[in-house]
């Protein structure tokens, strides 16, 4: 088989090279776009985010977190909960443990592998803290492992975890193509993190591949490339919603796990997200002014 013949027979299973993505896709509101937070580490940052964001009026959609349900005492998450209805954010707590936290040291050299849960017995520990974050009321998990992902869409379709239950994808879990992003949403995922680097064309045929949000870092933190794509945002926006424009931090310190001894600082780079955020929906804004 050459080339041309691997790309019509991958067009004939739905996969097109290139393309436009899919015009019209949007979130259930209508909205073509949502802002998320990541890195909230817990209700003190929350709290801070959303404090910023009123005083900016930049509307935060999603906060999500990194360190893990494991990391958060039962108050602090039901807090993180209680403060999401409130403000009508969900909010997302990442499964633990992980593979760069383990005894191995193939996530030291590779942070493709970072999300992995190493053995059947790290795989039951991110059950743990699936079933335990949902009783104290999370709806969206951050989900590092394919295996676990597959379970949980499996534990969601017999009922015994809730049918609305938001399955997001780490960038930990690579996604650069459109089967793959098909793959994820098979497995039950319902919303998808891309890899950070991707040029617009590969956007554009993940959309065509799934019907699932796209979650893609407009600014990325230095551990997963460090690029700054905030002129991207429109066409963004264009070929991949419906789309959570995630705002990461280049030049930032890596705070996982967090606590309290890394709470001034975590704060800090909680508030200064949504500045950017500011800036992106500037650039929206101005661009629909254009128009």
């Known amino acids: ?92 707590l990442f499964l633990g ?35 335990r974050a949902v009783e104290l009321g999370v709806r969206s998990l951050l989900v590092g492992d394919l295996g676990v992902l597959e379970l949980l869409g ?34 039950g995922a319902t919303s998808l993190n891309v890899s950070t680097d991707l040029p617009l064309s590969a956007l554009a045929e993940i959309r065509a591949a799934t019907t699932a949000p796209i979650d893609m870092y407009i600014e990325v933190p230095d551990d997963q490339g460090g690029h700054v794509r905030f002129y991207d945002v429109p066409e963004v926006v264009r070929i991949a919603s419906p789309v959570y424009l995630k705002m990461g931090l280049r030049n930032a310190p890596n705070i996982y796990p967090s606590g309290l001894h890394l709470a001034a600082t975590a704060e800090a780079l909680g508030r200064e997200r949504v500045r950017r955020a500011e800036l992106v929906l500037r650039l929206l804004a101005e661009q629909e002014e254009d128009q």
């Open 154 to 187: 499996r534990l969601k379709k017999d009922g015994s975890l809730p049918p609305d239950l938001v399955l997001k994808t780490s960038v930990l879990m690579p996604l650069a193509n459109g089967p793959t992003a098909a793959l994820y949403e098979r497995l």
């Open 1 to 92: 088989m050459n080339l041309r013949e691997a790309r019509a027979l991958l067009a004939e299973r739905g996969h097109v090279i290139g393309g436009t993505g899919v015009p019209g896709m949007r979130f259930a509101d209508g909205t073509q776009y949502r802002i998320e937070i990541p890195s909230c580490e817990g209700p003190q940052v929350m709290a801070a985010v959303l404090s910023e964001a009123l005083e900016r009026g930049v509307n935060v959609d999603r906060v999500s977190q990194g360190s893990g349900v494991m990391m958060l005492t039962d108050r602090e998450i039901e807090d993180m909960v209680e403060l999401g209805v409130a403000h009508s954010v969900e909010v997302c």
């Open 97 to 131: 443990p992980r593979g760069s936290w383990d005894i191995g040291g193939q996530a030291k050299v590779s942070a493709a592998v970072g999300g992995v849960a190493r053995g059947n017995e790290m795989v039951a520990a991110s059950l743990c803290d699936a079933f």
